[in-house]
């Protein structure tokens, strides 16, 4: 009854904006209105409805699968319980994810995304190249640090994660993408090999997953905080200073 109560509610706020779209349309005028016809109108409020019903089941899904992970691992994942966990029929988990592979991937991607905007936002305000990077190296570490699902994954069976983080794969290839993106003009020399850069910079991330760093003592946070620890944080950020910086200066103008 909860789930079909929120489905409902949903499909009603949809209907509100699709309806709201609608009005829009004609008070455009007849530029506008003559090219749409209503059945084209009602046509695509009908897809909105299709795609944001699909999309909601999909991010439904995911948080479930999340869950799991955070409380029992991958391995113990099962596209039945799972379905059954999320309030989905067994065969719209399927017409979402073809397989347990397939979800894993899903997961992924879907924390991965999540993970570089964290970083952006935590980073961007940053106007001291060298402070940017070292913070965000440092919120990036303290992230995965801190994010329980992995963290349960690293306990129970870390080996699951070695395709993730080893040799050239899609998620080294991501974070290499995420690092060239953030670039601003003038950050390094004409010339500098910033790609050979970009890969050091997340292989370095990426080893820490396996030997954490400890966290620097006397680092407390206050009620109000949010986000990963400041104690994490820091001692990403140092390490950083150490180890990152140093390989930086060598390409930096």
């Known amino acids: 009854q909860i789930f079909l109560q ?4 949903f499909l009603f706020a949809e209907s509100q904006n699709a309806g709201n779209y609608v009005g829009g349309v ?11 016809h209503p059945g084209d109108v009602f046509q695509s409020f009908v897809r909105r409805i299709g795609i944001a019903l699909q999309q909601r089941a999909a991010q439904q899904i995911l948080r479930a699968a999340l869950d799991w992970v955070d409380e029992a691992g991958l391995t113990r994942i099962s596209m039945g319980a799972l379905a059954k966990r999320a309030r989905l029929a067994r065969a719209t988990l399927y017409q979402h994810f073809t397989g347990k592979d397939a979800l894993v991937e899903a997961l ?9 905007r964290r970083i952006h936002d935590f980073a ?3 106007t001291d190249n060298d402070e940017r990077l070292a913070s965000g190296f440092g919120y990036a570490y303290a992230y995965l640090r801190e994010h329980r699902a992995l963290q349960h994954v690293l306990a129970s069976n870390p080996a699951l994660l070695l395709p993730y983080i080893t040799g050239d794969s899609p998620q080294i290839q991501q974070g290499r993408r995420f690092f060239l993106g953030e670039i601003r003009r ?10 050979a850069f ?3 910079f997340v292989r370095q991330l990426h080893s820490l997953l396996l030997t954490p760093l400890p966290p620097v003592e006397g680092t407390v946070d206050g009620p109000d905080h949010r986000g990963p620890s400041s104690a994490n944080v820091e001692a990403g950020r140092r390490y950083a200073q150490a180890f990152v910086l140093p390989v930086r200066a060598t390409i930096a103008p």
């Open 6 to 9: 929120g489905q409902l509610d």
């Open 26 to 36: 004609l008070r455009t005028g007849g530029a506008v209105a003559a090219q749409q």
């Open 108 to 116: 992924v991607a879907s924390e991965l995304d999540k993970f570089y």
């Open 124 to 126: 961007d305000g940053i």
């Open 186 to 195: 003038g950050e390094y020399r004409d010339g500098a090999d910033v790609h």
């Open 198 to 200: 970009a890969d050091y």
